[in-house]
């Protein structure tokens, strides 16, 4: 499915990361892989990486919030592989005073960070994606949660995630010429390290319990990946702009089930 893309792939930091599951999934499918770690998180990121099929992986540290760090990330892929098929965005950040608590008194600060980490920096990947795509194009896949309606918790990172999905929507238009499809895979909750930090992430957890008609295992974050790589491969060659819900069904229920 993925035989001779080359796929950079950014938000490893431990196994249990959904960036870690699409980068082995991506390795069993043929695909080529290089990380972008972030720097704080590098060491954290090659321990995980030496389990994949294999062994590590080249891995690039990279934040994405530095302009700087971008365009070091692209001269090293030119270098490395001289072009660059697809991408995965599997980053997202916001300072717990963001995550919860009241909405009107957050500071901005705090905001700007989650906004800069968590949407901004997707419309930098792609530029460092369109640099270096060949004619026939490439794909950008992002990671959200859903952005359209409101959550008990999750305050301004639901801010951020509806920019996440604004963003894919002008990417999609603006990159459709060079062949560039982008496109994000909404998933349920899973344990990660960035999920458990959600402030009454377990009010997520329960939402799915009573609201997803299919079965959600909040530990497999399997099911995402392989959504990820279809989107990844040229199967999907027709689809860009879109918003694959890989939830179980939840975003498509209108109210708890009867179990
Ligand atoms: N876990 C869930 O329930 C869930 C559900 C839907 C979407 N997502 C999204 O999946 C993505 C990956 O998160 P995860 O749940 O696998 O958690 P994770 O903690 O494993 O991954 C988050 C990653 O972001 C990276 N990161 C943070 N700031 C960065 C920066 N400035 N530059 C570069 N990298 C940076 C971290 O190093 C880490 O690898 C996020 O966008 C998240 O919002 C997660």
Not at 101 to 113: F, I, K, N, Q
Not at 164 to 183: C, H, P, W
Request: with cysteine.
């Amino acid at each position: 499915v993925l035989e001779g893309k080359r796929i950079l792939i950014t938000g490893v930091a431990t196994t249990d990361s959904i960036a870690f599951a699409v980068a082995q999934r991506t390795l069993e499918l043929g695909g080529e892989i290089v990380l972008a770690a972030f720097p704080r998180d590098l060491e954290a990121a090659s321990t995980a990486a030496a389990q994949l099929p294999g062994g590590a992986p080249r891995i690039i540290p990279a934040d994405l919030t530095s302009e700087e760090d971008l365009d070091a990330l692209t001269d090293a892929l030119r270098d490395h592989w001289g072009r660059l098929d697809g991408a995965l965005h599997a980053v997202a950040f916001a300072p717990q005073v963001a995550l919860g608590g009241d909405l009107t008194r957050t500071p901005a600060g705090p905001v700007e960070l989650a906004f800069r980490t968590s949407a901004w920096s997707y419309a930098t990947l792609a530029r460092v994606l369109a640099d270096l795509a060949p004619e026939k194009g490439g794909s950008l896949v992002g990671l959200d949660f859903d952005g359209s309606a409101a959550w008990p918790t999750y305050n301004w990172m639901g801010v951020c995630k509806s920019a996440l999905e604004s963003t894919n929507r002008y990417l999609a238009r603006d990159l459709g010429a060079q062949r560039i499809r982008t496109n994000l895979v909404a998933a349920g909750p899973i344990h990660t390290r960035a999920a458990d930090a959600i402030p009454h992430f377990d009010r997520l957890l329960s939402a799915w319990a009573n609201g997803a008609p299919i079965a959600w295992d909040e530990h497999d974050a399997y099911p995402t990946a392989d959504a990820t790589c279809f989107l990844l491969s040229d199967f999907a060659r027709a689809i860009t702009g879109e918003i694959l819900h890989v939830d179980g069904g939840y975003h498509a229920m209108a109210a708890p089930l009867p179990r």
